[in-house]
T-cell receptor, first 110, second 114 residues
Framework: GENVEQHPSTLSVQEGDSAVIKCTYS??????FPWYKQELGKRPQLIID?????GEKKDQRIAVTLNKTAKHFSLHITETQPEDSAVYFC?????????FGAGTTVTVRA | DAGVIQSPRHEVTEMGQEVTLRCKPI?????LFWYRQTMMRGLELLIY????????DSGMPEDRFSAKMPNASFSTLKIQPSEPRDSAVYFC????????????FGSGTRLTVV
């Protein structure tokens, strides 16, 4: 089955700086790559996603890039704010099943 | 839409007792997923239903776990008998058609087995 690896496991950034989280996947047939944000005690929420026919997607301060050849994708958060502090999960899918990475705990220092 | 609704939010039970978790998916979504989240193992898919039919239950830990979806608007996950190692947050999620339309998670049930 699909195996998704996510790095780093923890990330501390100064408010206003950028944060980058990287994921790799194993199954070249995967074609959908969502990112979820989970605040403490809350549910995972979809923040952005990308499909295999697209190389990059942006939504305000967040962006995701996909390199299908290398089988890796990344989440970029610019101008980080305290409310960006959370656990971020990447995932990959080719049909019904999302395989999740282990998560990255992002802490934004004021 | 109220989103995916799970109950109860918290459950504390004694080892050996039966536990039933409930989920109401978003209306119109035909795929339903039960996930378990722990610090050690992250988010694990337990079972997937499509159009009320269980399609993939390979993630169900053992025979103590069972899940049903009697209709499009209701699903249950039952643990009988419960054990301390079942303590986790259990999430239900639903989506339209496939994962490539994105999952919407419920608020989860935090289960503690003492």
């Amino acid at each position: 089955g699909e195996n998704v690896e996510q790095h780093p496991s923890t990330l501390s950034v100064q408010e206003g700086d950028s944060a980058v989280i990287k994921c790799t996947y194993s199954d070249s047939a995967s074609n959908y790559f969502p990112w979820y944000k989970q605040e403490l005690g809350k549910r995972p929420q979809l923040i952005i996603d990308i499909r295999s026919n697209v190389g990059e997607k942006k939504d305000q301060r967040i962006a995701v890039t996909l390199n299908k050849t290398a089988k890796h994708f990344s989440l970029h958060i610019t101008e980080t704010q305290p409310e960006d502090s959370a656990v971020y999960f990447c995932a990959a899918s080719m049909d019904y099943k999302l395989s999740f990475g282990a998560g990255t705990t992002v802490t934004v220092r004021a | 839409d109220a989103g995916v609704i799970q109950s109860p939010r918290h459950e504390v039970t004694e080892m050996g007792q039966e536990v039933t978790l409930r989920c109401k998916p978003i209306s119109g979504h035909n795929s339903l997923f039960w996930y378990r989240q722990t610090m050690m193992r992250g988010l694990e898919l337990l079972i997937y239903f499509n159009n009320n039919v269980p399609i993939d239950d390979s993630g169900m830990p053992e025979d103590r776990f069972s899940a049903k979806m009697p209709n499009a608007s209701f699903s249950t996950l039952k643990i009988q008998p419960s054990e301390p190692r079942d303590s986790a947050v259990y999430f239900c999620a639903s989506s339209f058609r496939q994962a490539s339309y994105g999952y919407t998670f419920g608020s989860g049930t935090r289960l503690t087995v003492v």
